[in-house]
């Protein structure tokens, strides 16, 4: 099956090809294994940079699996190059393959758990994927935003652009296909006292706080699951006045509201500076 709703890649593109056969005198016949096996031509003068001295023929191997760059597309044949790849993109093209290749085969997975057909399920996953490259200008540019690594994460599961119905059985499923997946709120905020025993005050508020929630153990995954009223809660020094706090626990609308019931204990402290970050200070 292909992954997208096109049917080859534009110019450019970087793509995981797999070796088909070599064709003497002329090169490389290569599937591109993101549209469902398309035929494309890896010529003799795209290998390598520099003259291949070996036998040429032994150069690639045939079932080989390797990222190469689309060089040309003349009348929907499509020619790739092995040696325009630059490397920082055939790293980004492996991730980005292996991301994508793990979520296309839930599809089977949740087909076998659910009413909805393979096929139904692969529908949705390359809308997925669509909306995901609308996002980024290359693929894999930002893997921690990828359908895949979303599904895992119970925090940003929701936030995936799926059809209710399917989203449904994703939650349902969530540990049969992932196990227990425990997800961190993270908050960052600045505190600060002017008075002469300033450091004090910001310790004893902060404390206090932390008592709201505070355990004397650290839970497990296991524990957090059984028991999803437990949370883990961690407040880490910056760069003081600057402070992060994490909340651990299963259910990720639990783990917000922990969050905020501290920043707000601490807002209304009394303290003479509190403001709250909307992204990570630098250190």
């Known amino acids: 099956m292909k992954w997208y709703t096109q049917n080859i890649p534009t110019l450019g593109e970087s793509v995981m090809c797999t070796v088909l ?5 002329t090169g490389f016949n290569v599937t591109l294994d993101e549209y469902d096996g398309y035929e494309a031509l890896l010529m003799l003068r795209d290998l390598h940079s520099k003259k291949i001295k070996k036998n040429v023929a032994s150069f690639l191997k045939v079932g080989e699996q390797l990222p190469l ?3 040309n ?3 929907e044949r ?3 190059s092995k040696k325009d790849i630059k490397e920082g993109e055939i790293a980004i093209c492996k991730t980005y393959f292996s991301q994508t290749s793990k979520l296309f085969s839930l599809a089977k997975r949740l087909s076998h758990v659910s009413s909805f057909t393979e096929l139904q399920w692969h529908e949705q996953f390359t809308i997925l994927i669509m909306d995901y490259l609308d996002k980024c200008s ?4 930002d893997m921690d935003t990828h359908p895949y690594a979303m599904c895992i994460d119970k925090s940003t599961l929701n936030t995936l652009p799926l059809s209710p119905p ?4 994703l939650e349902l499923k969530h540990i049969d296909l992932f196990g227990i997946q425990i997800c961190t709120i993270k908050k ?21 706080a932390l008592a709201l929630y505070k355990n004397d153990k650290t839970y497990t995954n296991q524990e957090l699951h059984d028991d999803q009223t437990l949370c883990n809660v961690t407040l880490l020094p910056i760069a003081v006045p600057k402070f992060e706090l994490h909340v651990q626990c299963y259910l990720p609308k639990y783990g917000v509201t922990v969050a905020q019931k501290i920043l ?14 909307t992204e990570t200070p630098k250190q």
């Open 188 to 208: 960052y905020f600045n505190i600060q006292s002017y008075q002469i025993d300033g450091n004090e005050r910001v310790k004893t508020i902060l404390l206090s």
């Open 166 to 169: 399917y989203m449904e059985v």
């Open 78 to 80: 499509v020619y790739v």
């Open 138 to 141: 290359d693929k894999g540019e």
């Open 73 to 75: 597309i003349d009348d």
């Open 21 to 25: 056969n070599y064709v003497e005198g």
């Open 69 to 71: 760059t689309v060089t």
């Open 264 to 277: 707000s204990s601490i807002a209304g402290s009394g303290l003479d500076y509190y403001k709250e970050l």
